[in-house]
Each structure stands twice: as structure tokens, then as C-alpha cells.
């Protein structure tokens, strides 16, 4: 299992094996005549799914989130994100 990095607000570490950490988020891309715009994620495949990442709050998180425009995408946001936790 992956280990992400802490949030930079709380200091909680995500937990990709929960379902509510990392998740579709009901929008989807797709392109255009050259120009990638969002829809619902019910009119394109499941590889064009935007997804967030989610510091969940019932598990002791503060709800801080980044989305990407795919899972992969988010989680890289998320690992490159400015600013950290001082233990």
C-alpha cells in the first residue's frame, strides 16, 4: 500500500484503503476539437473520471482536498502540494 504524505493542515496521514479518501467525484473529461472540457462523469469511460483525494473528517481529518483528472493525478497533487506539518 502506497503511504501518502501527512496533510499540511492536520497532520493526518490519508488512508488510500478507505473508500472515502480517494474517490470519483462525479465529473469526467473528455476533449473536443482540441480542447479538454468536464461533464458528468456518467457520459465518458471510466479511464476520463476525475477523482479527489480527501482528508476525511470521520476518521479525525479536517476535510482539506485536492481533485486531478484522473486518481493517479490527484494523488500526484496531493504528494506536491506546498506547505507541511511540523511535528
Keep these: 500500500m502506497q503511504r501518502l504524505k ?3 493542515f492536520c497532520g493526518k496521514v490519508p488512508d488510500l484503503e478507505d473508500p472515502d479518501t ?3 467525484n462525479g465529473t469526467g ?3 473536443t476539437k482540441g ?5 458528468s462523469f456518467r457520459d465518458v469511460p ?3 473520471w ?3 483525494l ?3 473528517t470521520t476518521s ?3 476535510g482539506a482536498e485536492v481533485s486531478g483528472d484522473s486518481a493517479e493525478e490527484a494523488i500526484s497533487k496531493w504528494e506536491k502540494r506546498h506547505g507541511h506539518v511540523q511535528a
Design 35 to 39: 480542447f479538454r472540457h468536464y461533464v
Design 22 to 24: 480517494l474517490y470519483p
Design 54 to 56: 480527501h482528508c476525511v
Design 6 to 8: 501527512p496533510c499540511p
Design 50 to 52: 476525475c477523482y479527489t
Design 29 to 31: 473529461w473528455k476533449v
Design 60 to 62: 479525525g481529518g479536517c
Design 46 to 48: 471510466k479511464e476520463q
